[in-house]
């Protein structure tokens, strides 16, 4: 069973907060990403210039597209939990789900559903491994080695066998 996450803020807050993110984190990315790819297309002498301009023009783009995938998703999140009444990894999954369908749905009905099952498979897999990776490092779930430490008493030493050596 999964517990309440409350290091993070109430719902209504959290969805700016996730919007900000998300919307750094793409324009940070789209920046190098932008920058990269500028520079590789200028002419020598240009490279400077090509990266600076293109990370300009689509950075921000960028940004913007991770902005709205992670606020969409971030409302659609708040909402299941007021839904469904709980927190756990089925709400990442459905949310996922609603906020890929609703993405794509300018493309049709059968690009909606494609999409929102693409990024609710995405997302279960991973609320899966998020899963087990908790499990592996969790402190109760370590294994017990199945030797028992040794005593600090030892044993006696057995007489050798062997004659003349006692």
């Known amino acids: 069973m999964a517990h309440a996450d409350h290091t993070r ?9 996730d919007f900000g993110g998300a919307f750094a ?20 002498g240009e490279r400077l210039v090509g990266a600076i301009s293109s990370i ?4 921000p783009v960028v940004g913007g597209n991770f902005g709205v995938w992670g606020g969409m998703f971030s409302t659609f999140d708040c909402a299941v ?3 469904r009444k709980k927190e756990d ?6 949310s996922g789900f609603m906020t890929g369908g609703c993405l794509a749905l300018r493309s049709g009905p059968t690009a909606a559903v494609g999409s929102a099952i693409a990024c609710g498979v995405l997302l279960g897999v991973f609320e899966g491994v998020g ?3 908790s499990r592996v490092f ?3 779930q370590r294994p017990q080695s199945p030797l028992p430490p040794p005593s600090m008493a ?13």
Do not use: E, Q
């Open 89 to 94: 990894a089925w709400n990442s999954i459905i």
């Open 154 to 166: 030892s044993p006696p030493m057995a007489s050798s066998s062997i004659p003349g050596l006692s």
């Open 138 to 140: 969790s402190d109760g």
């Open 56 to 59: 300009k023009a689509r950075a």
């Open 81 to 83: 939990k007021g839904w």
């Open 9 to 17: 803020d109430p719902c209504p807050w959290v969805v700016l907060y």
């Open 25 to 44: 984190m793409g324009a940070i990315g789209g920046g190098i990403w932008h920058g990269i790819k500028g520079s590789r297309n200028s002419p020598r």
């Open 131 to 133: 899963v087990l990776l």
